[in-house]
């Protein structure tokens, strides 16, 4: 049983910076993808940042060059470090794995990814 826990969110000003972590367990040591969503009020999920156990990654064009994506030294973490934040980012962000499609998981479309955890709120104020 994959569970998935986020934590790190909170409030910054525009410009700010903060780390999300998510805490996974049940995954195998590879085959696996994982990736962060974010869903705003009244908007639909969208996907922020993708990455494999084999190292690879994909970001959505609105956070490039401003978030990474990385597995935390610690086994079965995954981070999100966000800078130039801006109020835009401002959503609930949510950590998702995936073991059978990370082919087409890479998109970014929350429609492939089977397992969810149950977010963390990030408010960015101008």
């Known amino acids: 049983q994959v569970q998935l826990v986020e934590s790190g969110g909170g409030s910054v000003q525009s410009g700010g910076s903060l780390r999300l972590s998510c805490a996974a367990s049940?995954?195998?040591?590879?085959?696996?993808?994982m990736a962060w969503f974010r869903q705003a009020s009244g908007k639909e999920r969208e996907g922020v940042a993708f990455?494999?156990?084999?190292?690879?990654?994909n970001y959505a064009d609105s956070v490039k060059g401003r978030f990474t994506i990385s597995q935390g030294n610690a086994k079965n973490t995954l981070l999100l470090q966000m800078n130039s934040l801006k109020p835009e980012d401002t959503a609930m962000y949510y950590c998702?794995?995936?073991?059978?499609?990370?082919?087409?998981?890479?998109?970014?479309?929350?429609?492939?990814?089977?397992?969810w955890g149950q977010g963390t709120q990030v408010t960015v104020s101008s």
């Open positions: 990455t494999d156990s084999d190292g690879r990654t």
């Open positions: 049940g995954l195998t040591d590879s085959g696996y993808c």
């Open positions: 998702a794995a995936e073991f059978s499609r990370c082919g087409i998981a890479k998109s970014l479309r929350s429609v492939y990814f089977h397992y």
